[in-house]
């Protein structure tokens, strides 16, 4: 079998505003298990960045270890890219962030990945607010050691060898927004239509943008009994609302009755527009997207769509207050000022 992508495109293919076809923004082959949903993921950031009209070169995919960490290898060929040690993307992505701010960071991670080993460093990225889009292909299992459940299956699930989960799950999209994250949405990686605006609408937006998307394990977590499987994430799905992205400003118009469409300004002024929200939601009220995660939970079903957003947010260089040039690129004159400037920073702490 051959792993080597063919180079022969049809000539006719669409190009985006930088001139690029889709397949510019393409990776290997995937090496994933057939069905695998984690490709699906993969397939909608292509589609994203293809939109969004990125420079390839211009981001920068991190990912820590698992199925899903092995992914960007399978997007993006064209971008920068580090795989780092297991749990520890979040603290890479930091210090990628503060020495070029000019980079757009792309995280990738899984439920064993961020859940478990990664859960401090999860953590302290999003209550320090790092501008990075944070994706974990959650599918309650972990899948490169032969399936044992995840801290991120849940309650009563039952997994292939057919032994019952006995512990409560981890509930990442919740404990994202319990944290302060500024953006949190969750989706289904056989949902394309949902799952590519959110993609484009996170890498948009300034600060930490978690996306939990559930992307079943075709090997060893998709029988009868498991939450996480196909059949059971499509029966159990509740969408807070169809989801469009637009990137530019013209003008917006629509048909649906008034207080069934809101739209959302971002910070670039693209807009992201929430047709026929769910009732009693409100995607910039923390307490009210809470809400709505918990009676869905209530009910057994998964809510997807966007969850939280806070559009007024201030990125981690914003907060400490760093130089609008990246750090990379300041040259001797700025690192080094003189000796008189260090006797007046010396006298002022005296």
Not at 118 to 139: C, E, K, P, S
Request: glycine share 10%; charged share 15%; with cysteine.
């Amino acid at each position: 079998m051959s792993f080597t992508r063919p180079k022969f495109r049809h000539p006719g293919l669409p190009k985006n505003k930088l001139g690029y076809t889709i397949s510019y923004y393409e990776g290997a082959l995937s090496t994933l298990c057939a069905g695998c949903g984690h490709d699906s993921i993969s397939a909608g950031i292509i589609q994203a960045c293809y939109e969004l009209n990125i420079e390839p070169h211009k981001l920068a995919k991190l990912s820590g270890i698992g199925c899903s960490s092995k992914t960007p290898a399978y997007f993006l060929s064209n971008s920068h890219g580090f795989n780092s040690v297991h749990g520890r993307m979040p603290s890479v992505a930091t210090g990628a962030n503060l020495a070029n701010r000019d980079l757009t960071y792309f995280g990738v991670s899984g439920d064993g990945d961020t859940a478990s080993i990664g859960m401090g460093q999860f953590v302290h990225a999003i209550r320090r607010n790092l501008n990075m889009t944070y994706i974990v292909m959650n599918n309650g299992c972990y899948g490169l050691t032969k399936g044992q459940d995840s801290a991120t299956a849940d309650h009563g699930s039952k997994n292939k060898s057919g032994n019952v989960n006995m512990f409560e799950s981890i509930d990442l999209a919740s404990l994202a927004i319990e944290l302060g994250a500024s953006f949190v949405a969750q989706s289904f990686s056989g949902d394309k239509g949902q799952l590519v605006p959110l993609i484009t609408a996170a890498m948009a937006h300034p600060g930490f943008a978690f996306i939990n998307v559930i992307s079943p394990c075709v090997t060893f977590n998709n029988n009868v009994g498991s939450t996480k499987s196909y059949d059971y994430v499509r029966q159990h799905v509740e969408a807070t609302g169809t989801i469009d992205f637009v990137p530019e400003m013209p003008e917006i118009t629509t048909e649906y009755a008034e207080g069934t469409i809101q739209g959302i300004r971002m910070h670039d002024g693209s807009v992201l527009q929430l047709h026929k929200l769910a009732q009693e939601w409100d995607p910039e009220d923390r307490l009210s997207a809470m809400n709505a995660i918990k009676n869905a939970s209530a009910k057994q079903e998964i809510l997807t769509g966007l969850l939280f957003i806070d559009p007024n947010t201030k990125d981690l260089h914003n907060l400490i207050n760093t130089s609008d040039t990246p750090l990379n690129k300041l040259d001797k004159e700025h690192l080094c000022p003189g000796n008189a400037v260090l006797k007046d920073i010396n006298a002022g702490l005296r």
